[in-house]
Every structure is written in structure tokens, then in C-alpha cells.
């Protein structure tokens, strides 16, 4: 089963799942009567992404990205230093923190690996867990700012915005985290953003 501290740690690709649990990533296909197998033996892993071909992670001892061939017919390599990502078309999409961790950029990478190349900046906030690309649209998690150097407690917010456009992004959701200290789940679509506090879910519509 997957481990529940963990949620970041579970994604799929087609007929494929893939999850984290006592040291180790399984995979299961949509089978009936398929069992979880051994994907791969390693632990200090999280933050999962799968494409057609490859399985993405974050090595959190050596603070990389990483691919493996989801055929296993050659050995994991490391693309690139470790960001909060997210995989769209042939890129990679990363979120880095700058002027102290408070102020955020949108960054874009080869899949293949190499260097991250800054898009733009975003302005205030500071990195959370999730980025999420449709379409052209990027929305992503970041703790709110209350002050230049002092990022609020408790509080977090997703913000939206286009790749192919200079505008700031625009704020669609603040709220406080879960009893947790994560912030609370959420998926964002074309049209709307999904949250919810536990109890019911919620949706707001997003600027076209």
C-alpha cells in the first residue's frame, strides 16, 4: 500500500501505477488479478511523474531529478538539479526560489536533461510541493507573504497563468493548510480549480 505521509509520492502513466512504500516504488498494471512488483529498490525518493517512456524522481539524498525507462532496458540517469515539477510535451517545468527563498520563477528544461532555463519571474511567495501544467496554463502551490522577508504561517495559495504570456499570475485559491501542515489537495483543469478542506470539495472557475 502506498504510505500515507507521502502523498506526493504516486503517479501513473496509461495502464501503469506507480507508488512509494517501505523503501521501495512498486508498479501495478490495470490487470485483472495483476499483483504490485519492485519497480525500483530505493528509498529517499518522492515527487513521481511518468510519461509514455519514463518514470521521473526526486532523489532526496543527492537532491537530483531522475529518469528511468519505464521498458528497464537501461539504467536510471540524473536530468537535472531538483525542483518542484511538473512534465509537459517534450519539457520539464520547474518552480525555483530566489532572493532568499521569497520571491519564485517559472523555469523550463529538456526532458532529455541538461540545463534549467529561467521563463519569468512570478513574483513573491515561496516554493510549495505542486506544480500542475494544462495546456498552457501553469498553476502552482506557494506559501502567501505577508511581509518582505516573512512568509505568513499556516497560510498557502495557488496561482495560475499562461506559459506563452508575460502577465503576472493571478491568485485563484488562499486558505490555511491542513491539520497536517501540508497544504490542502487540489487540481486545477482548463476551466476550473478543485480544492478541498476534508469535509466537501470546492471549485472556482479560472480566467480564460
Known amino acids: 500500500m502506498q504510505d500515507p505521509s507521502q502523498p506526493e509520492s504516486f503517479t501513473s502513466s496509461g495502464d501503469l501505477a506507480f507508488w512509494y512504500s517501505a523503501a521501495k516504488i512498486y508498479s501495478i498494471d490495470e490487470r485483472p ?9 530505493m528509498d529517499h525518493t518522492g515527487f513521481y511523474a511518468a510519461d509514455s517512456s519514463y518514470f521521473y524522481y526526486m532523489d532526496f539524498d543527492q537532491f537530483m531529478l531522475w529518469r528511468l525507462p519505464l521498458a528497464g532496458d537501461q539504467p536510471a540517469s540524473a536530468i537535472l ?25 517559472l523555469e523550463q528544461a529538456p526532458k532529455a536533461g541538461g540545463a534549467w532555463q529561467r521563463i519569468r519571474a512570478l513574483g513573491a511567495g515561496s516554493v510549495g510541493n505542486t506544480l500542475q501544467i494544462v495546456g498552457d496554463r501553469y498553476f502552482l502551490e506557494s506559501s502567501s507573504i505577508v511581509a518582505a522577508t516573512e512568509p505568513a504561517s499556516g497560510e498557502f495559495q495557488v496561482l495560475t497563468g499562461s506559459i506563452s504570456s508575460d502577465n503576472p499570475p493571478v491568485r485563484v485559491l488562499e486558505t490555511s493548510v491542513a491539520s497536517s501542515g501540508q497544504a490542502r489537495p487540489w487540481i486545477g483543469t482548463a476551466q476550473n480549480l478543485y480544492w478541498t478542506d476534508g469535509s466537501a470539495i470546492y471549485s472556482r472557475a479560472v480566467s480564460p
Not at 488479478?33 to 529498490?41: E, H, N, Q, Y
Open 33 to 41: 488479478g495483476a499483483k504490485p512488483t519492485t519497480f525500483l529498490d
Open 81 to 105: 538539479p531538483a525542483r518542484t515539477y511538473a512534465l509537459s510535451g517534450d519539457s520539464i517545468y520547474g518552480i525555483d526560489a530566489v532572493d532568499n527563498y521569497h520571491a519564485i520563477v
